[in-house]
């Protein structure tokens, strides 16, 4: 999920194919397992009733991923902010 949401936001082919290089060399984790599906429907409805809008599932896959088993997402999207906030995303 991760490999799509990154190289799905290049924009030039030069971009997309330095992006699938850096991806490649890094380890390949699935991350949607029936725990984390579990997890990650119940993190959307809890922000659902906070008011908070979400634009889409796949970050909430890929915090809720994180939040799991402890990892640090680097990121630069401003939809990651309200995970931070209320499900103790950490992130860079």
Excluded: W
């Excluded at 082919?13 to 992006?19: K, L, M």
């Amino acid at each position: 999920m991760i490999y799509v949401e990154v190289l799905q936001g290049c924009r030039h082919e030069r971009e997309f194919q330095r992006a699938k290089r850096a991806l490649d060399s890094l380890p390949f984790v699935n991350l949607l397992g029936r725990d984390v599906a579990l997890a990650s429907a119940r993190n959307y409805r809890a922000l659902r009733q906070h008011a908070i809008p979400l634009r889409g599932t796949i970050d909430v896959i890929i915090a809720t991923f994180c939040i799991r088993y402890g990892h640090i997402l680097l990121h630069g999207d401003r939809d990651v902010e309200p995970m931070r906030e209320h499900l103790g995303l950490r992130t860079l």
